[in-house]
């Protein structure tokens, strides 16, 4: 077998684990949960005779010992079956399936408003390392740390929306808009956009700006890119061509280990721009305590870090040829 | 390196060692900062302390007029809010909620972070495989969403908040202090205390232990940054403790006042950036001063 080949089948061996160790860690949690389904359900209807409740966990499998319980859970899981949300009256899969579009648009707008600007900043502070606008972007970066990013977005909503009535300050289209075609509504989501993605964005920005800067400042002394510089290339042919291109790397890996706080990040987000995504139907799960719904949401995002994160990893294979050596 | 003599318990490894090596402008820059974030957290735990003193009673009572901006009423300098409550007051009492479940948290991700880190490096081999697997697992997942279930789970209180954020937050120490161990493992002193016929007990805890623990010292303050940071979430999106005032939850009640009264979330808002703010400046400074070859800060 070719050791790419073989490289991508340990990687695929390893992520398996990891994901039956999310199902395992999610059917634990819900078995932790006070509570069952039959509790739920009699709850909702109202009569709740010991009949009825031994009923109900006959026929939702609740009587059966834990063990086979746990096969029937990854049974469903595999048909994408994460139970029903008696709160919102919906399937738990259908719920996200119907969020998951907005919060892929919002998270992949943060991402790339955060690596083109964090990217910047990264080099502008690594070509002019120790003077005083290294520092302030090294201390910029620092208060983006330190910001809780749902402050941001209501102060942002206070600039924006409210004092300026530029941006709209909730939602992801205008309610009752009459839009002229495509474009128009696109227009409409683009303005939504802004806000939300941008306070998305600044907590990944600061972390850009430090790889940025610290990767390019550990290539700048090799001897490819003195020998790029005695070519007679122009200083900025250096930077893109050969130093910022080896910074890259580290902000691929970056952005795939980050996935899981941009989720942590979309709750909050979402919370305050009225965002229609999975992370706004987490906090309307908390607020009515829907822990299957939280769950479900849970185990889905937690399964989308890990295939992006192998996506990640194989695409490295593909680039640089060394990721094997070093296994 | 491998004739670095041992500590014995007290100061972690090497630290005056690396502060002596440390050239001037890192120097400055590190001292700086670390004398800036000492002010912050300083005065954040001034205010948390005299709270009681200086606001005596209950600040959920109502003091003044509602909606009182700012700088209005020499009474409330930071105003009221929408039921009259003396701002002020309210946040000073929030300073030690945000106090108290950041450092537990922290706590509690360190003495499990350092715990599996130290035998993960130590033992190495299967140990380390599968503690090493466990901190992938808790870094794979979203961590936030994993705390609010938590949280919803067992209930919103000081105590069980504190847990499912140092729950989450271990798996970064447990790497940094494996990385540690492993290189500590292989130094004469272990072989020598292997060859005086020490126990693997003895061993970790005089030698290994805390001979690790530098890089933990940055990273402990960076920590409390951000329990303080998930904590103050959980209160905006209603999951902080029911019976304790904090800042998240007043940024968050005063969300439908924001078009009239913004003062309302601006302020406690700004409390949490400056003690965030103050523990980030701490672990940079501390960073500086004492690892002064990592690039990154």
């Known amino acids: 077998m070719p050791t790419s080949l073989r490289y991508v089948f340990r990687r695929l061996v390893q992520a398996l684990p990891m994901a039956f160790a999310i199902v395992l860690l999610n059917f634990l949690l819900l078995k932790l949960t006070p509570g069952d389904l039959a509790d739920v359900i009699a709850g909702e209807s109202g009569s709740a005779t010991p009949e009825f409740m031994e009923n109900l966990r006959r026929l939702y499998g609740l009587d059966i010992p834990v063990h086979l319980q746990f096969l029937n859970y990854i049974q469903g ?8 949300s008696f709160r919102q009256g919906m399937p738990v899969g259908e719920l996200i399936l119907e969020r998951l579009p907005a919060t892929i648009l919002l998270s992949l707008t943060a ?17 002019s390392r120790g003077s005083l606008l290294d520092e302030a972007i090294s201390v910029v970066s620092t208060m983006g740390f330190a910001t809780p990013l749902f402050w941001v977005g209501l102060m942002l909503i206070v600039l924006f929306s409210i004092e300026l009535r530029w941006l709209p300050s909730a939602g992801m289209v205008t309610v009752g808009a009459d839009y002229h075609g495509r474009w128009d509504e696109w227009l409409d989501i683009g303005r939504h956009l802004v806000l939300p993605a941008v306070t998305l964005s600044l907590f990944f920005l600061s972390i850009y700006v430090r790889i940025t800067r610290s990767a390019m400042l550990e290539v700048y002394g090799l001897d490819f890119v003195r020998t790029a510089r005695a070519k007679g290339l122009t200083e900025a042919r250096v930077v893109v061509r050969h130093v910022l291109r080896n910074a890259l790397l580290p902000i691929v890996t970056v952005t795939g280990l980050q996935l899981g706080a941009i989720f942590g990040g979309t709750v909050v987000v979402e919370t305050v721009f009225g965002w229609p995504g999975l992370g706004r139907l987490a906090q309307e799960a908390v607020f009515s305590r829907d822990v299957n719904l939280l769950l479900g949401i849970f185990l889905c995002s937690s399964f989308i870090v890990i295939v992006v994160n192998l996506s990640v990893d194989l695409l490295y294979a593909a680039l640089d040829p060394r990721v094997e050596v070093r296994q | 390196m491998s004739l670095s003599a041992p500590t014995h318990g007290g100061m972690p490894g090497g630290i005056l060692q690396r502060l002596m090596r440390t050239p001037g402008l890192r120097r ?19 205010v948390a302390l005299s709270a009681g003193l ?28 929408m039921l009259g409550r003396d701002m002020a007051a309210a946040m000073a009492h929030s300073a030690g909620t945000s106090l108290t479940v950041g450092i537990a948290a922290a706590m509690l991700a360190l003495l499990v972070g350092i715990t599996a880190g130290v035998l993960a490096g130590y033992f190495g081999g299967a140990v380390d495989d599968v503690l090493m697997r466990i901190s992938e697992l808790f870094q794979t997942m979203p961590s936030l969403l994993f705390t609010i279930i938590l949280v919803v789970i067992l209930g919103p209180t000081t105590a069980s908040i504190s847990f499912a954020i ?42 290994v232990l805390p001979n690790s623990l530098a890089p933990v010292v940055v990273a402990a303050s960076i920590l409390v940054a951000q329990a303080i940071l998930s904590d103050a979430s959980l209160s905006f999106l209603g999951l902080g403790d029911p019976n304790g005032m904090s800042w998240g939850s007043m940024v968050g009640a005063g969300r439908p006042m924001l078009r ?38």
């Open chain 1, 77 to 84: 899981i595999l048909h994408f079956d994460l139970g029903y």
């Open chain 1, 111 to 127: 991402i790339l408003f955060a690596l083109l600007i964090g990217v910047l900043l990264g080099v502008v502070a690594a070509r």
């Open chain 2, 260 to 297: 009239t009264a913004w003062y309302m979330t601006a302020l406690p808002g700004g409390a949490i950036f400056l003690t965030v703010m103050g523990f980030m400046l701490i672990g940079n400074g501390l960073n500086d001063l004492l690892n002064p070859r990592t690039p990154v800060r």
């Open chain 2, 28 to 46: 400055l820059r590190g001292s700086r900062a670390l004398l800036v974030g000492l002010l912050l957290l300083a005065a954040v735990v001034a």
């Open chain 2, 166 to 207: 140092g729950i989450t937050a271990w798996p970064q120490i447990a790497r940094l202090v494996r990385a540690e161990a492993v290189r500590v493992r292989r130094l004469d002193y272990v072989d020598a205390a292997v060859t005086l016929g020490m126990g693997h007990g003895r061993i970790v805890l005089l030698h």
């Open chain 2, 54 to 81: 200086l606001y005596p009673g209950d600040p959920r009572d109502m003091a003044g007029p509602a909606g009182t901006w700012p700088g209005v009423d020499a009474r409330f300098p930071l105003g009221t809010d």
